[in-house]
Structures are given as C-alpha cells and as structure tokens.
C-alpha cells in the first residue's frame, strides 16, 4: 500500500521524525547506506530549513517512480521529500542555494547540500505565500544516463497527502511507458484508510500489465483487478511521444485540466467506479500534446473551489512542485484537506532535461 510519511514539523524534536521517515523510505525503495545516508541528510536538512526559515511547515517523504521513465530502468524507485510552508518566502532563491548562504547566522549549508546530493532537485518560493522544495534521492546520483528516446521527452511527478496524518493514504499514483508511449494514472480508492489503500494499490499493481493498452481499454483491465476492493475512482492519461497525441479516459472524481499554451481546459471522467460500477462504455479522449502542454490529475481531495493558475502552468518547473504548490494553494493551517489528496502532474521535459 502507498506509505506516505506525514511529518509537521513545528519544533526541533519532529526534525528527529523526519530523518527516521526518510530512512525507513530508503529502505522500501531499496537504497544502499551511503545513498540512505544522503536521504536521511536531505531530509533533516529541510525538514531544518522549515524551522529556521519558515516558522514550520510539513514534510512529505514518499517512494516514487523516477520523474522521467528511462528505458529499461521502469521498476527504479527513489526517496522523494517534499517540504510545504505557508512561511515568508524566498526573495533571492538562486542565492539561497548557493552554499554558505544564510540569513539567521547558521553554516548555510541546507539548499545547497541538498541540490547537490539529491538526484532531482527543484523549489517553488514566492515572498508572502511560502516555499515549496522537492528532492529526491535514488540509486546513484543523477540518475540513469542511458538513451531514454522520445519519451524522455515527459515527466511526470505527485505528491500524496493522506487523510488526518495517517499511515496510508487511500489515493494512489503510477506511471508507466510501453515504447515511446507513457501512461499516468491516479487513484482514489473509495473512502480513506487501509481499505482505500488496497483498492488504489490494485490499481497500480495492474498499470505494469496493461502499459501497452489505450486509456479506456486499461480502465476495463483495471475494473477486473479490482473486483474485490472497494473499488476506487481511477483516471488515465497517455501520451504518444513520437504521434503528439495525448489520450485521456477517467472514471469517478478525478479531476484533470489540461493546460494548452496558457488556456485550461478540463477533460471529463464518466460517472462510476473502477472494480464494482464501470461505465458500459467508455472512450478515450484525445488533445494534442505539445512543448507547451501540462496536465494536472487531481483526487477529490483538492478544494472543488481550487483553480489552475499562470504558475501551474509553467514547463518548466518539476511536476511534484506543481503538485505541492496545487495542494498548498488550495489549503491552509485554517482549511485543511478533507480526505485522502493526491495530485499528479504530467508536463513535457525542459530541452536541457530533467
């Protein structure tokens, strides 16, 4: 089942809480000591960084899929932390990451270690609206350096926050690639809790097998491994990297937007529910896909009120940092999530990658 560490750190000892998370994710994804120690390293770093600089924040550790899908290197898993605020911000970000840099008198080694030691690394700050930081550690650092092809041409990325700080979380992500064709999937297994969490597990299990399958055709696939669960509300969305062409089908509450050159646009999902209500037909959507699309998958977690802004749509920023930034936007310490929320975000690779 998808473990997501939920950890508010709000004084020094939930720092202890962060660097014990980020170990016990290294372990599940596999990771040797000197790469569980960089993990460990990073996340105490930010985990820090949101005391020192931001009054608090939470952090988010996960065990994700690579943010791009190398040939021959799909089953990779990487220790992804992710720290949110709601804090004053960063005014000069590229000379906070430069090492040494600091404005509370400490060593001023936090970002600048991290973006050094992680495999991805990526921030989101705005002065008065608050920081958002990736980074993700992996087998060796920079990841895989093989010939990718054109579907080295898409990333993907999330963030998944469970309901109330628990254990698991009932929504789940995974992507897949078949060739030059990727598949993004994202799902809410009905209700929240264990339950929730075996019926979104299930789907993921499912994707590897039906990769190759057009979206609608992999929900049906999908709808037979569930039998048996709750069931869950599950989207897919694949993009055919040499045709250009982006297809979508999705049944239950998952919301997806579309952004297309600045202009958003929702693609729908069909009433139902994968693994015990399926549509009797169901029909792939189809866009372009192009150097300037973005597409944002969401669970009912996410605010109904929550809207697409110019900066949800910028290329060139790393998937799971939209996503945190979404989910940030869409909250606050006064309104929290109301269930199970997962974003995923799916945007073309910037031309010098990932």
């Given at each position: 089942?998808?473990?997501?560490?939920?950890?508010?750190?709000?004084?020094?000892?939930?720092?202890?809480?962060?660097?014990?998370?980020?170990?016990?994710?290294?372990?599940?994804?596999?990771?040797?000591?000197?790469?569980?120690?960089?993990?460990?390293?990073?996340?105490?770093?930010?985990?820090?960084?949101?005391?020192?600089?931001?009054?608090?924040?939470?952090?988010?550790?996960?065990?994700?899929?690579?943010?791009?899908?190398?040939?021959?290197?799909?089953?990779?898993?990487?220790?992804?932390?992710?720290?949110?605020?709601?804090?004053?911000?960063?005014?000069?970000?590229?000379?906070?990451?430069?090492?040494?840099?600091?404005?509370?008198?400490?060593?001023?080694?936090?970002?600048?270690?991290?973006?050094?030691?992680?495999?991805?690394?990526?921030?989101?700050?705005?002065?008065?609206?608050?920081?958002?930081?990736?980074?993700?550690?992996?087998?060796?650092?920079?990841?895989?350096?093989?010939?990718?092809?054109?579907?080295?041409?898409?990333?993907?990325?999330?963030?998944?926050?469970?309901?109330?700080?628990?254990?698991?979380?009932?929504?789940?992500?995974?992507?897949?690639?078949?060739?030059?064709?990727?598949?993004?999937?994202?799902?809410?297994?009905?209700?929240?809790?264990?339950?929730?969490?075996?019926?979104?597990?299930?789907?993921?299990?499912?994707?590897?097998?039906?990769?190759?399958?057009?979206?609608?055709?992999?929900?049906?696939?999908?709808?037979?491994?569930?039998?048996?669960?709750?069931?869950?509300?599950?989207?897919?969305?694949?993009?055919?990297?040499?045709?250009?062409?982006?297809?979508?089908?999705?049944?239950?509450?998952?919301?997806?937007?579309?952004?297309?050159?600045?202009?958003?646009?929702?693609?729908?999902?069909?009433?139902?529910?994968?693994?015990?209500?399926?549509?009797?037909?169901?029909?792939?959507?189809?866009?372009?896909?192009?150097d300037d699309r973005v597409l944002v998958l969401h669970s009912d977690g996410l605010p109904s009120r929550w809207s697409p802004t110019a900066e949800t749509c910028r290329t060139t920023t790393d998937p799971a940092v939209t996503a945190a930034v979404t989910i940030r936007?869409?909250?606050?310490?006064?309104?929290?999530?109301?269930?199970?929320?997962?974003?995923?975000?799916?945007?073309?690779?910037?031309?010098?990658?990932?």
């Open positions: 089942m998808p473990r997501v560490w939920d950890v508010p750190v709000h004084d020094s000892t939930r720092v202890r809480d962060a660097r014990v998370a980020a170990e016990h994710a290294a372990a599940l994804a596999g990771l040797d000591e000197r790469r569980t120690a960089t993990a460990s390293l990073v996340a105490t770093e930010l985990a820090t960084n949101l005391l020192k600089h931001a009054g608090g924040g939470t952090v988010l550790i996960d065990v994700v899929a690579p943010p791009v899908l190398a040939a021959g290197h799909d089953g990779a898993l990487l220790v992804q932390v992710a720290t949110v605020d709601h804090g004053p911000g960063i005014a000069d970000v590229p000379a906070a990451l430069r090492d040494g840099f600091t404005t509370t008198g400490s060593l001023g080694a936090g970002l600048g270690t991290c973006a050094r030691l992680a495999d991805d690394f990526d921030l989101h700050s705005v002065p008065g609206r608050g920081t958002v930081v990736v980074a993700r550690v992996g087998t060796a650092p920079g990841g895989p350096a093989a010939d990718r092809g054109p579907a080295a041409g898409v990333r993907a990325g999330a963030v998944n926050v469970p309901f109330g700080g628990a254990d698991y979380s009932g929504d789940a992500w995974a992507w897949v690639r078949a060739g030059d064709v990727v598949s993004l999937m994202l799902a809410d297994g009905l209700g929240h809790g264990p339950e929730a969490a075996r019926a979104s597990t299930a789907a993921v299990e499912a994707l590897g097998g039906a990769a190759h399958l057009a979206p609608a055709e992999a929900l049906r696939r999908l709808d037979t491994a569930l039998t048996g669960t709750r069931g869950a509300a599950v989207a897919v969305a694949q993009v055919d990297t040499r045709a250009g062409v982006l297809r979508f089908a999705g049944v239950g509450n998952i919301g997806a937007r579309l952004c297309e050159g600045g202009t958003w646009r929702h693609l729908v999902s069909r009433p139902g529910i994968v693994g015990t209500h399926r549509p009797a037909t169901l029909r792939d959507q189809e866009a372009v896909w192009a936007d869409a909250s606050s310490p006064a309104r929290p999530v109301r269930d199970d929320t997962a974003v995923a975000v799916l945007a073309p690779t910037p031309p010098d990658g990932p």
